[in-house]
């Protein structure tokens, strides 16, 4: 059994209710997608689906692959795609997914391997979206309750979950009818999800044999683990994007592009990149990842650390003195994050923007963000 430590839970294993990024990740232990994505080759690559066609500008003919089945043996076809995705725009599941397929129409099945998706419009990101939050639910869930499909697994992924104790483990077990098998017959049979919300705790649990496997280490920790001899640090690029969301709806002094123009004047990204996470990230401008969707632009340019052109900008949006503000910060949930919060508040301070860090473990700081969104804040709101 390989035991692998994260900082939370999943919220659910229902992969098509929400959107989270831990739970993107344990989904696709359980459940597959059409295709994925290649780091080496940089590319999207057959899963599921064994080849596509685009047919004009909106259609793309999918063809699946014959020998994959959902983890009951039943075969996985076109009628489970087209379920999926009926599941997701279910108006009683609320499924945030939705958001990700605005452009979608409808999926057309001309046999059980073999089907047409249509859009509304020409869409650059969707297989971008495909291979990252489209993922093929077994049609026998229907009408199982959600409680119970949140706790279980209904996929045709390589592993099957087979307990879940919230807090504690969740063990998945290889699912024999994976049509991965004969190609990845080298994988574990059996894998632990620990969740182990302090850094700290998780790297010595590492250390003392504890867990086999840690993802996202903070850079402090990296030395430590460098010099101990059993220990293997692989430093392998991601995907994880930080960046502030001004809650502006009901007002108030984000809602002036010149503050916001300012705040991101104000902010030495270099300088948390050095720091905070030890040299290990990049400077990113867009919320558009390479990796993921389509309209990256490696040539965009876009704010430098500039301090006295943002206390400029404060004064001309009639700030000349600032203001005081709240950051709603997550504590625990990725490498750095409350710390890169109070760093931030420590540079906008600089230009006046008094700003108090209040950081929550995920499911408060998800609370938290949403009454900032609604104007319950007494303070203006990051």
């Not at 991965?180 to 705790?201: F, K, M, S």
């Not at 460098?226 to 009901?250: C, E, S, W």
């Not at 990725?334 to 508040?345: H, K, L, P, Q, Y």
């Not at 929550?360 to 700081?365: E, F, S």
Request: net charge positive; no cysteine; proline share 7%.
């Amino acid at each position: 059994m390989v035991t692998i430590g994260h900082a939370t839970d999943p919220p659910t294993m229902d992969p098509n209710a929400t959107s989270d990024a831990l739970g993107f990740v344990v989904w696709g232990w359980a459940y597959d997608t059409l295709v994925k994505y290649n780091l080496q080759k940089k590319e999207t690559i057959p899963w599921l689906a064994e080849k596509w066609e685009k047919l004009g500008p909106t259609s793309f003919k999918f063809w699946l692959r014959k020998d994959a089945k959902f983890s009951d043996g039943t075969p996985v076809t076109a009628h489970a795609v087209k379920f999926t995705m009926d599941r997701i725009f279910d108006k009683d599941l609320k499924s945030r997914q939705r958001g990700y397929f605005q452009t979608f129409k409808s999926i057309e099945v001309l046999d059980d391997h073999t089907f047409i998706w249509h859009q509304k419009g020409p869409d650059n990101g969707l297989f971008g979206r495909l291979h990252n939050w489209f993922l093929i639910i077994n049609p026998k869930s229907k009408g199982v309750d959600k409680a119970k499909v949140s706790l279980n697994t209904y996929g045709g992924g390589p592993y099957v979950l087979k307990s879940w104790t919230k807090g504690s483990k969740m063990v998945f077990e290889a699912n024999p009818h994976w049509w991965g098998n004969r190609q990845y017959p080298d994988r574990p049979q059996t894998v632990a999800l620990r969740p182990i919300r302090e850094a700290t705790t998780r790297v010595k649990a590492l250390l003392t044999g504890e867990l086999d496997f840690i993802q996202g280490v903070d850079a402090q920790f990296i030395p430590e683990l460098q010099k101990d001899p059993n220990t293997k640090v692989v430093v392998v690029p991601g995907m994880r994007i930080f960046y502030l969301a001004f809650a502006m709806r009901h007002g108030g002094p984000f809602a002036d592009p010149k503050v916001r123009q300012a705040v991101n004047y104000a902010i030495d990204s270099d300088l948390i990149g050095k720091t905070i996470m030890g040299g290990l990230t990049d400077p990113f401008h867009m919320l558009y990842h390479p990796w993921s969707f389509s309209g990256y632009n490696p040539g965009l340019k876009w704010f430098g650390y500039d301090l006295a052109k943002a206390k400029a900008l404060m004064k001309e949006a009639g700030y000349p003195n600032g203001f005081k503000a709240v950051f709603v910060a997550p504590n625990g949930r990725f490498v750095g994050d409350r710390e890169t919060g109070e760093a931030v508040s420590a540079m906008l301070k600089k230009i006046g923007i008094d700003m108090k860090v209040e950081a929550y473990t995920w499911p408060l700081y998800r609370r938290a963000v949403n009454n900032a969104q609604e104007g319950k804040t007494k303070e203006p709101a990051l």
